[in-house]
């Protein structure tokens, strides 16, 4: 397989890799282990079982009388009453120098003694289920061979049964053992990953208003260390550079409202009307796209605690009171639909306000003339702003939110960042700015302030 589609099949959590990497491990211990001891029990009871056949070779070899011809062992041999039954499955054989067996137990012939060697120092010997000895020995000056064997297959044959219990006790105490190896690991590995879990909890918290939070490495393992180092490396390179874009632009809203307030009012001596009307657009087109520069910079860090109650339909009142004196020579209408009871929110009174005014002034701005625009505030804390003008354009609302986009790229009294503020004023205040196209024609526009509360 190739490793690629290892990796693909491997699972995502590391938990879960360590553990089946280990299960694997432990599978192929356990396989090992009871092959080499399979092996090591064999070779060692096999081992001790020629040692005891070869020992009863021997002392059937001392009860040899000289009269072997007669077929007989000396009656004083004690070894006899063990091969006079066939529970155990003993027997012996002497055999002569011509392969002729010249005394035999009395079950003998059931014993494959012919397949004994017959070499002049004593050999094991398996043939089928029966393990033997074969002992040279000599009597009157001939050569003969006491060949003692054991059928495994009979009861009175326990070796092979201890074998097997001892390693069936053996691999039942040995999986247990490994098998917690598994578990103590997943503990330490859940322990660790639950701080790594926590810090990842934090990096979460931390947006454009809390870049001085740095994640705690305390607790950590050593291996997560340099991520978190260099995360928190990361988030001071942003803070620095949020800081100087911040001071940056201040700079230069700074020093172009002054030049511009004094050549606003250098235009009204100009005498063509024609010519002083188009500069004064541009120099006004100006002074709002410095305004709202000023606008966003403040916005990229809102100050903790920078809250209060207040009215929200109070509040759309006195803002939409300032936008039609502002916006007085352009033809439309607007109204406010508000409950009569007032609708109070926690929130940032001036950064409302000033998304509203965004959303009225891009309400009279990017419709035609005679067009009627309409503010609502739901008891819910929903501020929204409707107009029955030709819609949205662009293929997708969230064009609209970002900064220098523009749907009608021909005008020339917008630069795009009305909708950017009002999406940032919504994000500050953990809400989101809803764009769509209403079905009867005209866009809406609308925020949500969690946590209103209605008061008679």
Same mark, same amino acid.
């Given at each position: 397989?190739?490793?690629?589609?290892?990796?693909?099949?491997?699972?995502?959590?590391?938990?879960?890799?360590?553990?089946?990497?280990?299960?694997?491990?432990? +599978?192929?211990?356990?396989?090992?282990?009871?092959?080499?001891?399979?092996?090591?029990?064999?070779?060692?009871?096999?081992?001790?079982?020629?040692?005891?056949?070869?020992?009863?070779?021997?002392?059937?070899?001392?009860?040899?009388?000289?009269?072997?011809?007669?077929?007989?062992?000396?009656?004083?041999?004690?070894?006899?009453?063990?091969?006079?039954?066939?529970?155990?499955?003993?027997?012996?054989?002497?055999?002569?120098?011509?392969?002729?067996?010249?005394? +035999?137990?009395?079950?003998?012939?059931?014993?494959?003694?012919?397949?004994?060697?017959?070499?002049?120092?004593?050999?094991?010997?398996?043939?089928?289920?029966?393990?033997?000895?074969?002992?040279?020995?000599?009597?009157?000056?001939?050569?003969?061979?006491?060949?003692?064997?054991?059928?495994?297959?009979?009861?009175?044959?326990?070796?092979?049964?201890?074998?097997?219990?001892?390693?069936?006790?053996?691999? +039942?105490?040995?999986?247990?053992?490994?098998?917690?190896?598994?578990?103590?690991?997943?503990?330490?590995?859940?322990?660790?990953?639950?701080?790594?879990?926590?810090?990842?909890?934090?990096?979460?918290?931390?947006?454009?208003?809390?870049?001085?939070?740095?994640?705690?490495?305390?607790?950590?393992? @050593?291996?997560?260390?340099?991520?978190?180092? @260099?995360?928190?490396?990361?988030?001071?390179?942003?803070?620095?550079?949020?800081?100087?874009?911040?001071?940056?632009? +201040?700079?230069?809203?700074?020093?172009?409202?002054?030049?511009?307030?004094?050549?606003?009012?250098?235009?009204?001596?100009?005498?063509?009307?024609?010519?002083?009307?188009?500069?004064?657009?541009?120099?006004?087109?100006?002074?709002?796209?410095?305004?709202?520069?000023?606008?966003?910079? @403040?916005?990229?860090?809102?100050?903790?605690?920078?809250?209060?109650?207040?009215?929200?339909?109070?509040?759309?009142?006195?803002?939409?009171?300032?936008?039609?004196?502002?916006?007085?020579?352009?033809?439309?209408?607007?109204?406010?639909?508000?409950?009569?009871?007032?609708?109070?929110?926690?929130?940032?009174?001036?950064?409302?306000?000033?998304?509203?005014?965004?959303?009225?002034?891009?309400?009279?701005?990017?419709?035609?003339?005679?067009?009627?625009?309409?503010?609502?505030?739901?008891?819910?804390?929903?501020?929204?702003?409707?107009?029955?003008?030709?819609?949205?354009?662009?293929?997708?609302?969230?064009?609209?939110?970002?900064?220098?986009?523009?749907?009608?790229?021909?005008?020339?009294?917008?630069?795009?960042?009305?909708?950017?503020?009002?999406?940032?004023?919504?994000?500050?205040?953990?809400? @989101?700015?809803?764009?769509?196209?209403?079905?009867?024609?005209?866009?809406?526009?609308?925020?949500?302030?969690?946590?209103?509360?209605?008061?008679?």
């Amino acid at each position: 397989m190739k490793p690629g589609l290892i990796k693909r099949y491997l699972p995502r959590s590391l938990i879960l890799r360590i553990l089946l990497v280990e299960f694997v491990a432990i +599978a192929g211990v356990v396989v090992i282990v009871a092959v080499l001891l399979v092996s090591i029990l064999h070779q060692t009871t096999a081992l001790y079982q020629d040692r005891a056949l070869l020992d009863q070779a021997r002392t059937i070899a001392l009860g040899l009388s000289e009269g072997l011809a007669e077929h007989r062992i000396e009656e004083s041999s004690a070894i006899l009453p063990a091969y006079s039954s066939t529970y155990d499955g003993r027997a012996f054989v002497v055999v002569d120098g011509a392969g002729r067996a010249a005394i +035999a137990s009395r079950y003998a012939e059931r014993v494959p003694w012919r397949q004994a060697p017959r070499r002049p120092t004593p050999q094991p010997f398996r043939a089928g289920t029966f393990v033997g000895v074969s002992l040279p020995v000599s009597i009157g000056g001939e050569a003969f061979w006491v060949v003692v064997s054991q059928d495994e297959a009979r009861p009175g044959a326990i070796l092979d049964d201890v074998e097997r219990a001892l390693l069936l006790r053996y691999v +039942a105490l040995l999986v247990p053992i490994l098998l917690l190896l598994p578990l103590v690991n997943s503990l330490l590995i859940r322990r660790l990953v639950a701080a790594v879990r926590t810090v990842s909890a934090h990096a979460t918290q931390i947006d454009a208003r809390t870049l001085d939070i740095r994640l705690d490495d305390t607790d950590l393992p @050593a291996e997560v260390l340099p991520l978190v180092q @260099a995360t928190n490396a990361l988030i001071a390179r942003l803070e620095e550079s949020f800081a100087q874009q911040s001071q940056f632009i +201040a700079n230069v809203v700074h020093e172009l409202r002054t030049p511009l307030a004094t050549l606003r009012i250098r235009l009204d001596g100009v005498g063509d009307a024609d010519v002083r009307e188009a500069a004064v657009r541009q120099v006004d087109r100006l002074s709002h796209v410095v305004g709202q520069l000023s606008d966003l910079a @403040a916005l990229e860090r809102v100050p903790d605690g920078a809250v209060e109650r207040f009215d929200l339909a109070l509040l759309a009142v006195e803002t939409i009171a300032a936008v039609v004196e502002q916006e007085m020579a352009r033809d439309h209408e607007i109204g406010l639909d508000a409950p009569d009871e007032a609708v109070f929110v926690t929130a940032n009174r001036v950064l409302i306000g000033l998304a509203l005014s965004n959303l009225v002034t891009n309400a009279f701005r990017h419709t035609p003339a005679g067009t009627t625009v309409g503010v609502s505030v739901a008891v819910d804390g929903t501020l929204t702003v409707v107009d029955d003008g030709p819609g949205i354009t662009a293929k997708s609302p969230d064009l609209l939110t970002r900064r220098f986009w523009r749907a009608d790229h021909g005008r020339s009294d917008s630069a795009g960042l009305g909708l950017a503020i009002v999406d940032r004023v919504a994000r500050a205040h953990g809400a @989101a700015l809803s764009i769509r196209n209403r079905p009867g024609g005209g866009a809406a526009f609308s925020i949500l302030l969690s946590g209103a509360e209605q008061r008679g």
